[in-house]
């Protein structure tokens, strides 16, 4: 229950966050997905906004992760399992102009993995941070809409409980990030 509390605050958190921007300036609503290694994807709904050079964005990612992990045996064994993250992103525009702008930035996200492959299945909760580095490129002829890229070192640490014992997971490093999205 207090993880859905946390995650009810939150989304009320985006949403307050987008009608002062939509009202400030632009606000855009879209795609945003998230590559790992592997066949880690995720995929999300996404709002960003705009004030000046100043900018955030929000977004609830989803996918399927694999896991392989060395088993004491020496045998390697493979978990799946499903993944949602909501993450929320500070930018700030370094250079800016009429249809383009790079940024740098900050984000930190909280989500959980279902894992399955243990008999049970088992549920954990993760936190990510890291920097990022990306543009957003506007089009002429369209300015609604916009497409945008960004690089990530992302900074993740979790443990995940296996029967009797637990499998610890450090994903520290790049993550590449698309998104297309629409001003309204």
């Not at 989304?11 to 400030?24: E, K, N, R």
């Not at 936190?127 to 070192?153: C, D, H, K, R």
């Not at 637990?166 to 309204?184: C, K, Q, R």
């Amino acid at each position: 229950m207090k993880k859905f509390s946390l995650l009810t605050v939150a989304l009320i958190a985006v949403l307050a966050i987008c009608v002062g921007t939509a009202s400030a300036q632009t606000a855009s609503i879209g795609y945003q997905g998230m590559v790992g290694t592997g066949t880690n994807v995720l995929s999300g709904l996404s709002v960003r906004g705009w004030v000046d050079a100043i900018g955030w964005e929000g977004t609830l990612f989803f996918g399927r992760a694999d896991i392989e992990a060395d088993s004491p045996g020496g045998t390697d064994q493979i978990f799946n399992g499903d993944v949602w993250a909501l993450d929320a992103q500070a930018m700030y525009a370094i250079i800016q102009k009429e249809n383009s702008k790079l940024y740098l930035g900050l984000h930190a996200a909280y989500g959980q993995w279902s894992v399955e492959g243990f008999g049970d299945k088992e549920d954990d909760s993760f936190w990510m941070a890291g920097p990022v580095v990306g543009a957003q490129y506007t089009l002429q002829g369209i300015p609604e809409l916009s497409f945008n890229w960004e690089v990530a070192y992302d900074f993740l640490n979790a443990t995940i409980p296996a029967g009797s014992s637990e499998i610890d997971i450090a994903l520290d490093g790049m993550n590449t990030t698309i998104g297309v999205h629409y001003a309204f």
